[in-house]
């Protein structure tokens, strides 16, 4: 997991990039709503060039499984 | 029109389980409170732990979002969102507030309606009518919409009818 996606998603989950790291949990309770999902998304479409499926995105569960799917993609 | 913002009693954290039993407990207790009986619609939105639930007849579909309005959204997101929509007169944060709304009321058939948007692969036209008030297109369709504040909160409602109060019922639960 490198510090340009470590970047994004502090930034598209409001966070300290300090708490970002493959364990972080997504919680659509908490922190994986939306418009973090379209954040992410959107942050990964332009820095990777990548349109990510969002049901896929959508039931990822930790920070790890997206960053997975980017290298599936 | 009734919209009653309550806030929920659990402290969260597992996958759709408390919080979507939590809501249709409530929705029933605001459903006697709002005098709503036989069959009605309704729609939730969530944002964290503040929930929102709008209720209407059964004649015609309403939908709610609400969202803090402290809510930063990503520069890459704006960008995005400015691109689908450059030359509306509303904040991106407005914006994807309506375009969920639009998704609630008027499901779009792809596999998540709100990236297909955003990303403009379903063409949707949102029309400023008014203050805080507009109307969206889809397809054959057209709905509106107004976007009040309310304790730190933005409330986009959509329904049918371009009728709306001018301000919002409240109460603590």
Request: hydrophobic letters at 45%; a negative charge.
């Given at each position: 997991?490198n510090?340009?996606?470590?970047?994004?998603?502090?930034?598209?989950?409001e966070?300290d990039l300090?708490?970002?790291?493959?364990?972080?949990?997504?919680?659509?309770?908490e922190n994986w709503?939306?418009i973090a999902l379209?954040?992410v998304?959107?942050g990964i479409?332009t820095q990777?060039?990548?349109?990510?499926?969002?049901?896929?995105?959508?039931n990822?569960?930790?920070?790890?499984?997206?960053?997975d799917?980017i290298?599936?993609? | 029109?009734?919209?009653?913002?309550?806030?929920?009693?659990f402290?969260?954290?597992?996958?759709?389980s408390?919080?979507y039993?939590?809501?249709?407990?409530e929705?029933?207790?605001?459903?006697?409170?709002?005098?709503?009986?036989?069959y009605?619609n309704y729609c939730?939105?969530h944002s964290?732990k503040l929930s929102?639930?709008?209720?209407?007849s059964k004649?015609?579909?309403?939908s709610?979002?609400?969202?803090?309005?402290?809510?930063?959204?990503?520069r890459t997101l704006k960008?995005k969102?400015r691109?689908?929509?450059p030359?509306?007169?509303?904040?991106?944060l407005g914006?994807i507030?309506?375009l969920?709304c639009?998704?609630k009321v008027q499901p779009?058939?792809t596999s998540?309606?709100?990236?297909?948007v955003?990303?403009g692969?379903v063409?949707v036209?949102?029309?400023?009518?008014?203050q805080?008030?507009?109307a969206?297109n889809?397809?054959?369709?057209?709905?509106?919409?107004r976007?009040?504040?309310?304790?730190?909160?933005?409330?986009?409602?959509t329904?049918?009818?371009n009728?709306?109060p001018?301000n919002?019922?409240?109460?603590?639960n």
């Open positions: 997991m510090e340009k996606f470590k970047h994004l998603i502090a930034e598209a989950l966070m300090a708490d970002v790291n493959e364990f972080l949990a997504l919680d659509p309770e709503d939306s379209l954040s998304i959107s479409d990777y060039g990548i349109q990510l499926n969002g049901d896929e995105l959508a990822c569960r930790k920070i790890s499984e997206v960053y799917l290298n599936k993609n | 029109m009734r919209v009653s913002i309550l806030f929920t009693r402290t969260s954290t597992t996958w759709h408390k919080r039993i939590t809501s249709r407990y929705l029933g207790r605001l459903a006697i409170f709002a005098g709503v009986t036989g009605y939730f939105s964290k929102a639930v709008i209720l209407s004649c015609e579909k309403v709610i979002d609400i969202e803090p309005v402290e809510r930063q959204l990503t960008v969102i691109e689908t929509f030359s509306l007169m509303l904040s991106e914006i507030m309506i969920e639009l998704i779009v058939p998540f309606g709100l990236v297909s955003l990303f692969d063409p036209e949102i029309v400023k009518l008014g805080d008030n507009y969206v889809f397809k054959d369709k057209k709905f509106y919409t976007i009040y504040i309310l304790n730190n909160l933005f409330i986009c409602i329904r049918e009818k009728q709306f001018l919002l019922e409240y109460f603590n």
